[in-house]
């Protein structure tokens, strides 16, 4: 199960506080002492801020180094920028980068953007066998609903966020099966998607069902709030713990995770 629990923990009792900051302060200072490199945009910023709150709640001092790549819209672009930033003999333990929804809409073949990334990591891999590449699925957005998108479905047309999102999981189902138990994910979609009662957001298509955004994570639709960013920074604070040992079980999907150094 996701750590919605241990975010909920802070407002729940006493001992269960005290656990849930118990689990995240050994998480945290599992990875303080590990160079980490996190390629992204304006998600991943957010993301990072719920990081920092939940390391300056815990007393935990902690610094990811980081980069914005280059563009918005053009993921070819940004895998290119997060291959010239780690280069050949990084000293990074652990790298990740994170394409944003917006490099993903109803037109990407989501296939060859997946191979474009697999070649990537490949290719820094070989250049970089000490480090530990994270994998990161795509950010979804939440779909258009109400009259407006009722009426669009009437029509024949697919709500704003509808395609774009089967789009993006049509990638995300690509790295699941390519790395699970295999390789460490941070699965942002799943964190994403799950409503603090367990359940999944999702939108169905002509019969294709795919998740969206959770519209509690969101103010805009696509970034992350308050709520959202401390959710999925717990998750990936757990993620890169987790990325540190040598061989482990993920507890979101209960599967071994051998390293890729």
């Known amino acids: 199960m996701l750590r919605f629990t241990l975010i909920a ?13 118990g689990a995240l302060r050994a998480d945290l200072e599992r990875i303080a002492h590990t160079p980490i490199y996190f390629g992204h945009q304006s998600v991943g910023a957010n993301i990072l801020e719920g990081v920092r709150q939940l390391a300056d709640g815990a007393g935990v001092p902690l610094h990811i180094a980081h980069g914005f790549l280059a563009e918005n819209g053009e ?21 990740l980068m994170k394409f944003c929804y917006v490099d993903v809409n109803s037109d990407t073949d989501a296939s060859a953007l997946f191979e474009r990334y697999r070649a990537t990591i490949a290719e820094l891999r070989a250049k970089n066998p000490r480090t530990t590449f994270v994998h990161v699925t795509l950010p979804l957005t939440t779909a258009q609903t109400g009259w407006k998108a009722l009426a669009k479905r009437m029509l024949g047309r697919a709500p704003y966020g509808t395609i774009e999102n089967l789009r993006r999981e049509e990638y995300n189902t690509l790295l699941r099966r390519a790395f699970r138990g295999r390789e460490p994910i941070f699965d942002l979609a799943r964190v994403e998607s799950t ?30 709030n308050a709520k959202g960013k ?3 920074a717990r998750e990936l604070i757990a993620v890169l713990a987790a990325a540190t040992k040598p061989l482990q079980k993920i ?11």
């Open 195 to 224: 409503a603090p009662d367990g359940t999944t957001a999702s939108v169905n298509w002509n019969g294709t069902i795919a998740p969206v955004m959770v519209a509690a994570y969101t103010d805009d639709g696509g970034h992350l």
């Open 75 to 95: 993921p070819l672009r940004k895998l290119a920028s997060f291959n010239s930033a780690l280069g050949e003999g990084s000293h990074v333990d652990i790298a």
């Open 251 to 261: 507890d979101d999907f209960a599967t071994p995770v051998r390293m890729s150094r």
């Open 9 to 21: 923990a802070l407002f729940a009792s006493p001992l269960a506080v005290q656990a849930a900051d």
């Open 230 to 232: 401390l959710l999925a």
